[in-house]
């Protein structure tokens, strides 16, 4: 059974600070995506990392990919008050293409002044 | 207008009630998805949908049926509603492109008292 592990769960962090999302996983996987939810809206794809080693970067935020590690990061960088929303990793079971999509339980993120 | 929609965007219900939830996109997308969010709990899968011949279930579906009546349309049933059903459902689509990138309607939240 695929399982995937976040954390922080709970992140506040000031800004201009610099800060890291983890995501663990526990079987061989294809590919992952991070998606951003703000209060009470609809799941916003942010990447999706399809090979070891893949890096994606959009304005402050930018993801790696390390398969032989099962892990992936979200690297937060100068945060902003914007960037304040709950951050999913999303990773597919093998061979599923991507709709037996696990979850991760979500990394809330509070940016303050 | 947004490319994937659902309603009603609010329920509030009793037990034991039948309630219906609509998605429809306008992406074009053969696959369509159901999931439900419990609060620190990340999405479930209920039922996902290949095409409209095609419907499989995912990791909770007992308690829900659904129905794929076009390629746009993806409906979730609740044949009889019990509390703990109460939370936010979000329908979503996706290409079985290289990324395959699952995108999600604005959700509906669903209150089974």
């Known amino acids: 059974e695929l399982k995937v592990e976040q954390n922080p769960l709970f992140l506040s962090m000031q800004e201009g600070k610099n800060y890291t999302i983890y995501c663990n996983y526990s079987?061989?996987?294809?590919?992952l995506y991070w998606y951003r939810q703000d209060p009470g809206k609809s799941l916003e794809s942010l990447f999706v990392l399809l090979s070891n080693g893949a890096v994606k970067q959009e304005g402050r935020l930018m993801a790696s990919l390390d398969t032989k590690a099962r892990l992936s990061t979200l690297h937060i960088t100068a945060a902003v008050h914007d960037l304040s929303a709950t951050y999913f990793c999303?990773?597919?079971?093998?061979?599923?293409?991507?709709?037996?999509?696990?979850f991760g339980k979500g990394t809330k993120l509070s940016v303050i002044p | 207008d947004a490319d994937v929609t659902q309603t009603p965007r609010n329920r509030i219900t009793k037990t034991g009630k039948r309630i219906m939830l609509e998605c429809s996109q306008t992406k074009g997308h053969d696959r369509m998805y159901w999931y439900r969010q419990d609060p620190g709990l990340g999405l479930q899968l209920i039922y996902y949908?290949?095409?409209?011949?095609?419907?499989n279930k995912g990791e909770i579906s007992d308690g829900y049926s659904v129905s794929r009546q076009a390629q746009a349309k993806f409906s979730l049933s609740l044949e009889s509603a019990i509390p703990n059903q109460t939370a936010l459902y979000f329908c979503?689509?996706?290409?079985?492109?290289?990324?395959?990138?699952?995108?999600f309607g604005p959700g509906t939240r669903l209150t089974v008292l």
């Open positions: 999303a990773v597919n079971q093998p061979g599923a293409g991507s709709y037996q999509l696990t």
């Open positions: 979503a689509t996706s290409d079985p492109t290289v990324t395959d990138t699952q995108y």
């Open positions: 949908s290949f095409d409209v011949k095609d419907i």
């Open positions: 079987t061989t996987s294809d590919r």
